[in-house]
């Protein structure tokens, strides 16, 4: 064979495996929605027909989609948004409205990025209004276009919902689940959640967590597959299961547990105590007094290899916890707010925090005694 002839071969060799690759990284990316849905149809019907009826016929609906991370719950609902907007009656009445727990901290955020999204900024100008109520209402009001049959609907999506839950009086939750109980704007509110609050009883919880963070979820297929179709070359145009073995290993790696590596002991303390914290309150949210409270109590009656801190060096340990966005507050800090009392939430698991303790070097032992216990030190 000629020169010319391989340098052309190779090249057209090098544009295929482009093509492959840019294809294979479009399905794993979900760059676009799946036609075919599976495991899930029945679920998928009832989206459907729920969000039909808000946006057809006006009536006003509610549903909460539960599920470990990964499982599709993200992929159902674009799916069904992307069916539904194909109805060309619908594609130009239907407003959305997209919010996530992780990012709208608070209802007042929330509030504000609710009117960003509906285009409202102009409508509600400088208003004042007197309470979260009013000021929601106003804007549904501004959305109608006469009676509730020509009212424009709105399809709310709530993302971490569990996280709203959480907002101080819930002033979102409770407004929308009366407008939707009531006959104003027609709308629909999905919530997205992975809590499964399945049971009372937190043996019961933890068991079912373990089981579903095991291998149920598609994201983490997709990233395994993502790093392993990388090692395709020219050279090494096949995927071996060498390839995906070392995939896994990357994908293995918690980087928030990193992170924990990297702690100080008292750091360390600090997250244990909120563990045990979440333990005993099951998950409600807690401040860096009743923190700095546990960490006391281990200090005084367990620990011989942690010294006792002064509160204010305790406190830095526990803002740079915050800054490392371990832990995260639940409502925006406010000027004349005691930093002492501001609520918290911790964003590492029980399974997180363990398995970071386990390759924490020199990791004291009373202190792994104590993140092993099954209560804290009352």
């Not at 959305?143 to 996280?163: H, Y």
């Not at 937190?202 to 291998?215: A, G």
């Not at 032992?365 to 209560?375: G, I, M, Y």
Request: glycine share 4%; with cysteine.
């Amino acid at each position: 064979m000629s020169s010319r002839k391989l340098k052309s071969s190779i090249l057209i060799q090098g544009e295929c495996l482009s093509q492959v690759h840019r294809i294979l990284r479009e399905r794993f990316c979900h760059q676009s929605p799946h036609n075919n849905l599976f495991g899930v149809q029945v679920q998928y019907k009832h989206i459907i027909e729920l969000l039909k009826r808000t946006a057809i016929h006006g009536e006003s609906n509610s549903v909460l989609i539960v599920g470990p991370r990964g499982s599709g719950k993200t992929m159902l609902i674009n799916n069904a948004l992307k069916e539904l907007l194909e109805i060309e009656d619908v594609n130009e009445n239907v407003l959305q409205v997209h919010l996530n727990g992780l990012l709208q901290i608070n209802d007042n955020i929330a509030l504000k990025e609710i009117t960003r999204q509906l285009c409202l900024e102009n409508v509600v100008g400088d208003k004042v209004f007197g309470s979260f109520a009013e000021n929601f209402s106003f804007l549904l009001e501004a959305l109608k276009k006469g009676d509730r049959t020509n009212s424009c609907p709105v399809i709310f999506i709530l993302d971490e919902f569990d996280l709203f839950a959480h907002h101080k009086n819930q002033n979102l939750l409770y407004n929308l689940f009366d407008i939707s109980q009531s006959a104003q704007t027609p709308v629909a509110v999905i919530g997205l959640t992975c809590r499964l609050c399945l049971s009372e009883d937190k043996s019961v919880q933890e068991v079912l967590q373990k089981h579903f963070n095991v291998s149920k979820s598609l994201r983490s297929l997709h990233m395994l597959l993502m790093l392993a179709l990388n090692r395709v070359t020219a050279s090494h145009p096949f995927m071996t299961a060498a390839d995906v073995m070392e995939a896994a290993q990357l994908c293995s790696m918690d980087s928030k547990a990193n992170v924990v590596h990297g702690l100080s002991v008292l750091e360390i303390c600090l997250i244990i105590a909120m563990k045990h914290l979440n333990d005993i309150y099951e998950e409600e949210p807690f401040n860096f007094q009743m923190v700095y409270n546990e960490f006391q109590k281990f200090v005084q009656r367990k620990a011989h290899s942690v010294y006792n801190f002064e509160k204010p060096v305790v406190m830095k340990a526990f803002e740079h916890l915050q800054q490392l966005e371990l832990i995260k507050p639940m409502e925006r800090t406010s000027v004349n707010s005691q930093r002492e009392y501001q609520l918290m939430k911790l964003l590492l698991d029980n399974t997180q925090i363990m398995n970071a303790l386990q390759k924490y070097p020199n990791c004291p032992t009373d202190v792994r005694q104590w993140a092993t216990s099954s209560l804290s030190w009352l």
